[in-house]
């Protein structure tokens, strides 16, 4: 009954609001009308072997509303939104991250004096949330220890670059890591996580994010007898918000 007030209250005083337009609801996180239109990717498997990262799986493109609410999220104190972004990511890829039997979950990393400025970092909360959910314990063997540029304002070998040596990771006993974070762009950064996990003796690393740039969707499918080659990281000019 109590609970029953309270959350009358709570939605009197904070009216529940789509996470990607901001119309008001009634219930749920998103509105019918943005549900339609999300850009959900057809598989949720959107790449294999992206360096070491075995397999990465992301529920939508970053297009359409999607940027926006990512806004939100990360720059303008929306933490809370973690949970929604979390709900989302489960309801695309839930049955394939089960089915991924990790062994550890967690975040990638933000510098220190970076999250000390933002008071949280995104991408641990939806590690986090996601730990709860799929019941896999979460860690924090992962270390940003070297601020980077802002990858936005990098291209491609530049951008590749600028991720050497920013992490650190305790040792590791052949774990199955899930590493999550909140948008893919050229993939460097995961890759990089990726990388320093192994060294650290991780025994395999599986990417999970929100969303990914729709960029690679229309080169992927212009292009797919090529994969073996991959311009994605040159080609790519894009906004990334990085760690
Ligand atoms: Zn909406």
């Known amino acids: 009954m109590m609970e029953r007030i309270l959350e009358?209250?709570?939605?009197?005083?904070?009216?529940?609001?789509?996470?990607?337009?901001?119309?008001?609801?009634?219930?749920?996180?998103?509105?019918?009308?943005?549900?339609?239109?999300?850009?959900?990717?057809?598989?949720?498997?959107c790449r294999s072997h992206m360096g070491r990262v075995e397999r990465l799986y992301a529920a939508l493109y970053y297009d359409g509303t999607v940027p926006n609410a990512m806004a939100k999220f990360k720059f303008r104190g929306r933490s809370q939104l973690s949970r929604c972004l979390?709900?989302?990511?489960?309801?695309?890829?839930?049955?394939?991250?089960?089915?991924?039997?990790?062994?550890?979950?967690?975040?990638?990393?933000?510098?220190?004096?970076?999250?000390?400025?933002?008071?949280?970092n995104q991408a641990q909360l939806l590690a986090r949330e996601l730990s709860v959910q799929l019941d896999i314990p979460y860690s924090s063997c992962l270390k940003k220890i070297k601020?980077?540029?802002?990858?936005?304002?990098?291209?491609?070998?530049?951008?590749?670059?600028?991720?050497?040596?920013?992490?650190?990771?305790?040792?590791?006993?052949?774990?199955?890591?899930?590493?999550?974070?909140?948008?893919?762009?050229?993939?460097?950064?995961?890759?990089?996580?990726?990388?320093?996990?192994?060294?650290?003796?991780?025994?395999?690393?599986i990417g999970a994010v929100v969303c990914k740039t729709p960029q690679y969707r229309d080169w992927k499918r212009e292009n797919d007898k090529m994969l073996a080659f991959d311009p994605f990281n040159e080609m790519i000019n894009d906004n990334e918000m990085s760690v």
Request: hydrophobic letters at 30%; a positive charge.
């Open 86 to 120: 979390a709900a989302l990511m489960l309801e695309r890829m839930g049955t394939e991250l089960r089915a991924e039997h990790c062994d550890r979950i967690l975040g990638v990393p933000m510098h220190p004096s970076r999250q000390r400025r933002r008071g949280y």
């Open 147 to 205: 601020r980077s540029k802002q990858q936005h304002t990098l291209r491609g070998r530049e951008r590749k670059n600028a991720q050497k040596g920013s992490y650190r990771c305790q040792s590791l006993h052949g774990e199955k890591i899930l590493l999550v974070d909140d948008i893919c762009t050229s993939g460097e950064t995961l890759k990089e996580c990726a990388r320093v996990l192994r060294e650290a003796g991780a025994g395999c690393v």
């Open 8 to 45: 009358r209250i709570l939605d009197w005083i904070f009216p529940r609001r789509c996470i990607f337009c901001g119309g008001l609801m009634e219930e749920g996180l998103i509105c019918e009308e943005c549900g339609e239109k999300l850009p959900w990717l057809e598989e949720p498997l």
